[in-house]
């Protein structure tokens, strides 16, 4: 079956960077995207970007922009996100999900996001 | 970016209720509008995509409509299970956005 499974807590410092693994399992992993969710404390979801795994193509949102890259590791079917220069408001659970796809003649753009990894813990925190 | 709003932000209601809840889109997005569920300290879980399609193995009591701006999900007989917050998520431009959340309570 489906199943995405997320790498584990960290704690960083002001500054520092954070890269997060997303491992899937069950599924051609070059026929879907990734995305990235976070959810900080008690808040909602905010869509961090997303890589499509199928020619890595990425979006981000902007505001996140230029602190944050996301890769594909077709090999072990495995997506990572890093986000540099990390802030006291990025504290959040970050969660990978497999995204559906639709194209039209400029590209290929995200859709629905199927499956959910089961998060991973981030805290920024001097 | 398109903004998702969503109403009521919170809602109590009793077990065999129907209960509704809206989405209105900030510009038209045709139904390029999702559904998930979020359970209390649960991992996000799509229910409803394209607007109006239901998610393999998702109980039949929920349902989507609308098209351009204005969208409703709905429960059709509140079970003690659906307690949760349900979001609502455009597709249609970039960047994905998702409404503000709307958490269900039991009476």
């Known amino acids: 079956q489906v199943q995405l499974v997320q790498s584990g807590v960290e704690v960083k410092k002001p500054g520092a960077s954070v890269k997060v693994s997303c491992k899937a399992y069950g599924y051609t992993f070059t026929s879907y995207g990734i995305s990235w969710v976070r959810q900080a404390p008690g808040q909602g979801l905010e869509w961090v970007g997303w890589?499509?795994?199928?020619?890595?193509?990425?979006n981000y949102a902007q505001k996140l922009q230029d602190r944050v890259t996301m890769t594909t590791d077709t090999s072990t079917s495995t997506a990572y996100m890093e986000l540099r220069s990390l802030r006291s408001d990025d504290s959040a659970v970050y969660y990978c999900?497999?995204?559906?796809?639709?194209?039209?003649?400029?590209?290929?753009?995200?859709?629905?996001?199927?499956?959910w990894g089961q998060g991973t813990l981030v805290t920024v925190s001097s | 970016d398109i903004q998702m709003t969503q109403s009521p932000s919170s809602l109590s209601a009793s077990v065999g209720d129907r209960v509704t809840i809206t989405c209105q889109a900030s510009?038209?997005?045709?139904?390029?509008l999702n559904w998930y569920q979020q359970k209390p300290g649960k991992t996000p879980k799509l229910l409803i995509y394209d607007a109006s399609n239901l998610e393999t193995g998702v109980p039949s009591r929920f349902s989507g409509s609308g098209s351009g701006t204005d969208f409703t999900f709905t429960i059709s007989s509140l079970q003690p299970e659906d307690i949760a917050t349900y979001y609502c998520q455009q597709y249609a431009n970039l960047p994905i956005t998702f409404g503000q959340g709307t958490r269900l309570e039991i009476k």
């Open positions: 510009q038209d997005i045709s139904n390029y």
């Open positions: 890589i499509n795994a199928y020619n890595d193509d990425t």
């Open positions: 999900a497999r995204t559906t796809f639709y194209y039209d003649s400029s590209g290929h753009y995200p859709a629905n996001l199927d499956y």
